[in-house]
C-alpha cells in the first residue's frame, strides 16, 4: 500500500489525560525560555510581573490572587447559605404570625 493512503491525517490521536507527550513539553519548554528571556531584559516592572504569572500558569502552577480569590468565594458561599437560611426562618415565623 502506498505511504499516501496510510496517512491518517483526519484521525485524531488517541491521548491519555495528564500525559504530556514529548513534543508539546518541548514546545511548552521553548515559550517558558522565551518568556523567561524576555522577562529579563524588560525594564519594565509590570511586564515582568505579568509574565511571571504567565510563567507560573503555564508551569501548573497557582499563584497567590487565584487562592485568595478562592478563599473569598468560599467565605462568600457559606455567608449565603447562612443568609437563605436566615431567610426561610423569618419566612416561616412571618407565615405562622399571620394565621394567628
Known amino acids: 500500500m502506498r505511504n499516501i493512503l496510510k496517512e491518517s491525517t483526519n484521525l485524531k490521536r488517541k491521548r491519555t489525560p495528564g500525559k504530556i507527550d514529548k513534543k508539546e513539553e518541548n514546545e511548552r519548554a521553548n515559550i517558558l525560555s522565551y518568556l523567561k528571556e524576555k522577562m529579563d531584559k524588560s525594564s519594565d516592572c509590570n511586564l515582568q ?5 504567565c510563567m507560573e500558569i503555564l508551569e501548573g502552577k497557582e499563584n497567590q490572587l487565584v487562592k485568595d480569590l478562592k ?4 467565605g462568600a458561599i457559606i ?6 437560611a436566615k431567610s426561610i426562618q423569618l ?3 412571618l407565615e405562622n404570625l399571620s394565621k394567628e
Open 49 to 53: 510581573y505579568d509574565l511571571h504569572l
Open 91 to 93: 419566612e416561616m415565623e
Open 79 to 84: 455567608e449565603l447559605e447562612d443568609v437563605t
Open 71 to 74: 478563599q473569598e468565594l468560599q
